[in-house]
């Protein structure tokens, strides 16, 4: 399944100048006061996935860079790239860039479409937006529970957890 190891950012959106989110863990949560940036992590993830602006809660993709909300753009350029490491740690680094009126999309790894399609689909099924924990919380117990097994992979030792708990209690 593989997992995102860290995000390198530039003049994009609420952060000016280089910036390195990052290390993740295989299963990370973004935690913040209200407008302190945790959805724009998430749209700096769409927008390196390729995301359109609409999706992106902006009009016109270089509203994404640095002061652009307010007018005035720190630079015409901003960046995202991405680090993904594989089950077996081997790192993918693929950026998206705006520069001027241009975007373009890059993978720094000499690997075929099929990954790189691969890949953008792990990653986009790696992210849990803001709606949906609201939906995840109101899920039934059971449900709930059995959805973050999957998530954790701790799913497949459930028949030995169960049958080694069941043994202790007989015991
Ligand atoms: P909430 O908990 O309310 O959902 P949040 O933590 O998700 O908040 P974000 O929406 O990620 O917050 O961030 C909002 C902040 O990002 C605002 O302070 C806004 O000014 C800033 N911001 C958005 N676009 C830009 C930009 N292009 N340049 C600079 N700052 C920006
Ligand atoms: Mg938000």
């Known amino acids: 399944m593989g997992y995102l190891k860290q995000i390198d950012i530039e003049n994009f959106k609420s952060w000016r100048g280089k910036h390195i989110i990052g290390p993740f863990m295989k299963f990370s949560c973004i ?5 302190s940036g945790k959805s724009n992590v998430m749209d700096a993830l769409s927008f ?5 602006a609409a999706s992106l809660r902006v009009k016109h ?5 640095h002061g652009a909300n307010v ?3 720190i630079s015409d ?11 077996q740690e081997r ?3 693929f950026c998206r860039i705006i520069t001027g009126q ?3 999309s890059a993978f720094k790894n000499k690997i075929t479409e099929l990954e790189k399609l691969s890949i953008m689909t792990k990653v986009q099924n790696c992210m849990v937006f803001q709606g949906t924990v609201e939906l995840i ?19 497949e030792y459930a028949a030995e957890y169960n049958a080694k708990k069941a043994a202790l209690l007989k015991a």
């Open 77 to 87: 350029t901003a960046r995202v790239a991405v680090r993904y490491c594989d089950d």
């Open 91 to 93: 790192e993918t680094v």
């Open 71 to 73: 007018g005035r753009p």
């Open 102 to 104: 241009f975007y373009s």
């Open 31 to 35: 935690i913040g006061t209200n407008g």
């Open 137 to 155: 919380a109101l899920k039934d117990p059971k449900e709930r529970t059995k959805m973050l097994e999957c998530i954790s992979q701790s799913r």
């Open 61 to 65: 993709l270089r509203d994404l860079i």
């Open 48 to 52: 390196a996935i390729g995301e359109r």
